[in-house]
């Protein structure tokens, strides 16, 4: 089973300003199965990036992903006040398909 | 797509809980199906997933054993006969739709229904 840790636990910044979440797995990954999820308060996840760079349908263009191997990287290029969530990282090219235990962006 | 899962509530432990998702938008017998858990304040973990053939059902290793994943071809529904519940099952389950294929990310998820197992 692969394991994913994210960092930082929690990121605080203000609107407009960059947000860079890690995640690192332990062993080498396929790009081509790595996928992060926003979660904002009282809401349920949802897909934001899949195949580490592509945006799922509807996310807009400040989230990008990348990273290869065993270090990935989502990118927020100005936070928007509905950005301030939970972020998961998710490897899924092997069950069970493991999940990052979470980086929270939170209003500095 | 819709996702919606019902069957929660309070349980004793050592009991047993029928956790069910009901699928509407699509066909649930082609894509593999999955059931993600949320504790309170914490973090997503998977649960259990069968493929779309259902030749196939994954469990962790925490629920292995006591928790049974099956579909309903006939209402369109996916379950999770839960036993043996303890305390640490406490969370939010989600009911979570795969991205045609094999091998693809959790593209739909239900709201969620909340198991508490409390004495």
């Known amino acids: 089973e692969t394991v994913l840790t994210q960092s930082p636990g929690t990121l605080s910044l203000s609107p407009g300003e960059r947000a860079t979440l890690s995640c690192r797995a332990s062993q080498s990954v396929s790009s081509g199965n790595f996928a992060w999820y926003q979660q904002r308060r009282g809401q349920a996840p949802r897909l934001l990036i899949y195949?580490?760079?592509n945006r799922a349908t509807g996310i807009p263009d400040r989230f990008s992903g990348s990273g290869s191997g065993t270090d990935f990287t989502l990118t927020i290029s100005r936070l928007e006040p509905e950005d301030f969530a939970v972020y998961y990282c998710q490897y899924y090219g092997s069950s069970p398909q493991t999940f990052g235990q979470g980086t929270k962006v939170e209003i500095k | 797509v819709q996702l919606v899962e019902s069957g929660g509530g309070l349980v004793q432990p050592g009991g047993s809980l029928r956790l069910s998702c009901s699928a509407s938008?699509?066909?649930?017998?082609?894509?593999?199906m999955h059931w993600v858990r949320q504790a309170p304040g914490k973090g997503l973990e998977y649960v259990s997933g069968?493929?779309?053939?259902?030749?196939?059902?994954i469990y962790s290793d925490s629920v292995k054993g006591r928790f049974i994943i099956s579909r309903d071809i006939s209402k369109n529904t996916l379950d999770l006969q839960m036993g043996g519940l303890r305390i640490e099952d406490t969370a939010v389950y989600y009911c979570?739709?795969?991205?045609?294929?094999?091998?693809?990310?959790?593209?739909?998820w239900g709201q969620g229904t909340l198991v508490t197992v409390s004495s």
């Open positions: 979570v739709k795969e991205e045609a294929g094999n091998w693809k990310p959790f593209e739909n």
């Open positions: 069968i493929t779309s053939d259902e030749l196939h059902k």
């Open positions: 195949g580490t760079s």
């Open positions: 938008g699509f066909t649930l017998s082609r894509y593999h």
